[in-house]
């Protein structure tokens, strides 16, 4: 995806969010990250939004704390959180080509990897927002959900930070029906290792565990925003469970 595609995602999953979090109101409870309201998620959201437009303005070239998540609720969180979310919008339009900054996942360059992961980190607090009314949620398109897979698997699991472990390799595939992309993603004591290929290449090699679906459909799963009943599992389901359960980023 191009940085401009992932700019105007931010900018119109913010919109989502921040709507479908007025209808809800502050405390009403979000089902898909347990103990929060819509307060919280406001705070968490906002913080990160403005942690990330001061790192793009300042071009700061190490890790800088955030400013912390503010004690506001109703309507001035709201407006604080629209803020923020405009702020940084504004701030990645308005960034360099050559912009200079502290990333912490893999990128063509510091603007394609905030915009890339703003836009994701926004996409996924959106259907946060959106499950708290308990209906259908905004659809993510099929483009935009490989990506976000692809940075969840070959980005931020690939750390040393990943808590999926297993003292015993297992595989687990991840097939996109809509798409011709497959992840085989190695699991062992280590960092998990995630390959992606397309369907044709790897053809119905053996993995442990397969899950398939849309794109959108795995995409929030992975993420732990839809349940595993949402898509298609085959083999060993405790390899499915052991990503479910270990799987939570935080940055």
């Known amino acids: 995806m191009e940085i401009t595609e992932h700019i105007a995602s931010l900018s ?40 990330a437009a001061e790192l793009i303005t300042e071009g700061h070239t190490t890790p800088h704390p955030d400013g912390g998540e503010p004690d506001l609720d109703g309507t001035a969180l709201l407006d604080w959180f629209r803020e923020g979310h405009g702020h940084l919008v504004r701030s990645l339009e308005a960034a360099p080509a050559d912009l200079e900054c502290w990333t ?96 044709a290449a790897l053809g119905t090699g053996a993995a442990d565990c397969e899950l398939s679906g849309t794109a959108e459909g795995l995409y929030l799963t992975l993420w732990n925003r839809l349940p595993l009943t949402a898509v298609t599992l085959r083999g060993d389901r405790s390899v499915a469970r052991l990503w479910t359960d270990h799987s939570a980023v935080t940055w």
């Open 12 to 51: 119109e999953e913010g919109r989502l969010l921040a709507a479908a979090a007025e209808q809800a109101g502050p405390g009403a409870s979000v089902p898909t990250c347990p103990g929060w309201q819509i307060r919280h998620l406001l705070r968490h959201t906002g913080m990160v939004h403005r942690w």
């Open 104 to 199: 912490f996942l893999p990128a063509p360059s510091p603007l394609a990897f905030w915009s890339r992961r703003q836009s994701h980190e926004t996409t996924v607090h959106r259907a946060d927002a959106e499950s708290a009314l308990g209906g259908p949620l905004s659809p993510v398109d099929t483009d935009r959900a490989v990506d976000g897979i692809d940075e969840l698997l070959t980005g931020f699991h690939a750390r040393p930070k990943s808590r999926v472990r297993s003292s015993t390799p297992r595989t687990l595939r991840v097939r996109a029906v809509d798409t011709d992309a497959v992840w085989t993603v190695r699991i062992s004591e280590e960092p998990p290792q995630a390959v992606r290929a397309s369907a």
